[in-house]
């Protein structure tokens, strides 16, 4: 039991960390950071606590390029061209807490995912692995020394050190943060944010099923969690925007008894007033407690949180015809983008995880992108199709992500209107 709650204090600290949902390691939508989080999350110092386990890395650790601080003219790996005008060997600090007791192993995986991109198209590029720990003021630290030997700097992962960067006079080098800053911290023009958001997923799915049923009431049901309430508001601002009406049902997340009793209501309520849909702000588990005694009549949406992983010989057949909003990387592996890339070559992740390693690859990518000086920018990526612009003052990027269908066990892509 002790060592079960020391993982759950680590698993709460980390999501604080990373600005993103309280809910287990293994529930999607943990790592997806909110653009307008709701509270302000503490700097989070180091300290004492078992040490987060290795994971094992995608593409072999000699790929990575690692030059000191202090050497800025180290020369360029043998059989590679500068990818800049004038052939000009790029640098990139690639910033990520590895040292922390919490955000290792995420980082660990963004990494991988940024490295087995970087062996594939980094020719021009050498790659510097900047390790850092759990306090935001260590990260500004080193991004600060990163900046002096670096021509990019990707990073930082968590939300209170990317807010310390926004913050500080040291972005001077375009610099690619992985995470959304807090609410109210100016972003300055040197820095661009590719974050996952599922606030942004929430209103992407606004839009989509407003697209797919004009003029519909929806019902839209939420958990007690501090992230399923975020993609609920977003959800529902959204509709509303649209000119659409809403209710918002918050089931419970007690005992059993407690959770039967919630749903049974739910469900009483879906029966006496017909909503023409329901939205659901729920992890796969509560989803497949809802829908389970729903049933299949009423249209059943969600972002990827309610993206169930497959597994073997377990169909969930009460979810069929669910529809969502899910990264590339997890809803269309034979995309041709997706495709070109490895995949993780460890044990078996958590969806939460492949959507870190999808962002280190598109994080790569966008790196070249602004690397070879191109002020816009529009990418097929392995987490959505990518817009963005850098230069003259302006950093804006956007990501648009593709609705899949749960069917038979599985989840496939449909055509959006």
């Known amino acids: 039991m002790l060592i079960k709650s020391l993982k759950g204090v680590l698993a709460a600290v980390a999501v604080t960390m990373l600005g993103a949902c309280s809910t287990p390691c293994d529930v999607s939508g943990r790592l997806c950071a909110p653009i307008d989080p709701n509270t302000r999350a503490p700097l989070a110092q180091p300290r004492a606590a078992p040490p987060v386990q290795p994971v094992e890395p995608a593409v072999p650790e000699a790929d990575v390029q690692t030059m000191p601080i202090d050497s800025p003219d180290s020369p360029a790996p043998e059989g590679q061209s500068g990818a800049v005008p004038g052939g000009k ?5 690639l910033l990520l807490p590895l040292r922390s007791t919490t955000l290792a192993q995420p980082a660990d995986i963004l990494r991988a995912g940024f490295m087995a991109a970087h062996a594939r198209e980094g020719a021009g590029f050498t790659v510097e692995v900047i390790e850092t720990g759990d306090g935001a003021q260590e990260a500004l630290d080193a991004y600060a ?22 913050g500080s ?27 996952l958001s599922i606030e942004d997923e929430a209103r992407q799915a606004a ?16 958990g007690p969690a501090a992230w399923q309430r975020r993609i609920a508001t977003a959800f529902a601002d959204e509709w509303a925007r649209l000119g659409h009406e809403s209710q918002l049902v918050e089931i419970s997340s007690g005992s059993g008894y407690e959770i039967e009793m919630s749903i049974g209501k739910l469900n009483s309520k879906v029966q006496n007033e017909a909503p023409n849909l329901i939205f659901a702000a729920l992890d796969p588990f509560q989803t497949r407690q809802v829908r389970g005694v729903i049933g299949a009549n ?6 990827s949180s309610v993206n169930p992983r497959a597994v073997a010989g377990d169909t969930l057949p009460e979810l069929d015809g669910m529809r969502m909003l899910d990264l590339p990387w997890v809803v269309q592996r034979d995309n041709a983008t997706v495709m070109a890339y490895p995949r993780w070559a460890g044990a078996e992740l958590g969806l939460d995880m492949e959507r870190l390693y999808a962002l280190g690859i598109d994080a790569f990518r966008v790196t070249r992108e602004i690397a070879q000086g191109r002020t816009a920018f529009e990418l097929d990526g ?3 199709k990518l817009k963005g612009s850098f230069g003259n003052g302006n950093a804006q990027f956007t990501r648009t992500i593709p609705a899949a269908v749960y069917q038979a066990g599985a989840t496939r892509p449909i055509l959006t209107q």
């Open 298 to 303: 009423v249209p059943f949406y969600g972002a």
């Open 145 to 166: 020394r990163a900046v002096q030997s670096n021509d990019i700097v990707v990073g930082p992962l968590s939300r209170p050190a990317v807010s310390a960067v926004a």
């Open 382 to 384: 392995v987490t959505g």
């Open 169 to 195: 006079s040291a972005a001077r080098k375009p610099t690619i943060a992985l995470n959304h800053p807090d609410a109210g911290t100016v972003i300055p023009p040197n820095m661009l944010v590719i974050g």
């Open 89 to 93: 060997q790029v640098r990139v600090g």
């Open 207 to 222: 839009a989509w099923v407003s697209r797919e049923q004009p003029g519909a009431n929806a019902l839209i049901v939420s």
